[in-house]
C-alpha cells in the first residue's frame, strides 16, 4: 500500500504565510520606532540633504523580516503536515512569535514621539513594504517546494 503525503491547499499556505510576513514586519516596524529606527525620518525637514541612517535601516530591518518571514512559514506549513516538523521546533516557534507580538504591542502601546501624519505615513509605508516581500518570500518559497 503507498503511503500518501498530504499538503496544505497552496491557496492556504500563501494566504497563511502572506499575513505572518505582514505581521512580522508591522512588528518589528513597532519595536523599531521604539529604538529610534522610523521610516518617518523620510519626511522630516529639518534633516538636510541626506537620509538619516536610522530610516534606511529601519527599510531593511522592514523588508527583511517581511520577506524572510513570509518565505519560511511558506516553507514550514508546507512540511508541517507531512509530519517534518518536531514538536519542540514547532513549540519553539510559537513562542518566538508570541514574544515578538508582545514587544511589538508593548512598543506600540507607549507614547510616540513622531507627528502624527509622519507616523501614519511610516506606518503605510511600512505595511506596503511588508506585503511586497512578504508576497515576494512567498513566491519564491512556494515556486521552490
Keep these: 500500500m503507498a503511503e500518501k503525503t498530504a499538503y496544505f491547499p497552496r491557496r492556504l499556505i500563501f494566504a497563511a504565510a502572506l499575513i505572518s510576513g505582514v505581521l512580522l514586519a508591522l512588528a518589528l516596524h513597532m519595536i523599531g520606532q521604539r529604538f529610534g529606527l522610523d521610516l518617518a525620518g523620510l519626511w522630516r525637514s529639518d534633516q538636510?540633504?541626506?537620509?538619516?541612517?536610522?530610516?534606511?535601516?529601519?527599510?531593511?530591518?522592514?523588508?527583511?523580516?517581511?520577506?524572510?518571514?513570509?518565505?519560511?512559514?511558506?516553507?514550514?506549513?508546507?512540511?508541517?503536515?507531512?509530519?517534518?516538523?518536531?514538536?519542540?521546533?514547532?513549540?519553539?516557534?510559537?513562542?518566538?512569535?508570541?514574544?515578538?507580538?508582545?514587544?511589538?504591542?508593548?512598543?506600540?502601546?507607549?507614547?510616540?514621539?513622531?507627528?502624527?501624519?509622519?507616523?501614519?505615513?511610516?506606518?503605510?509605508g511600512a505595511l506596503g513594504l511588508g506585503v511586497v516581500m512578504a508576497f515576494c518570500g512567498v513566491h519564491f518559497a512556494l515556486n521552490k517546494a
Excluded: C, E, K
Design 48 to 124: 538636510g540633504d541626506v537620509m538619516p541612517a536610522g530610516a534606511a535601516l529601519a527599510w531593511w530591518l522592514i523588508a527583511t523580516a517581511g520577506f524572510a518571514g513570509g518565505y519560511y512559514t511558506a516553507v514550514l506549513m508546507h512540511s508541517a503536515v507531512a509530519g517534518v516538523i518536531p514538536p519542540r521546533m514547532r513549540q519553539f516557534l510559537i513562542a518566538v512569535g508570541v514574544l515578538v507580538l508582545a514587544a511589538a504591542g508593548q512598543a506600540a502601546s507607549a507614547p510616540n514621539a513622531i507627528p502624527t501624519i509622519n507616523g501614519v505615513l511610516a506606518g503605510l
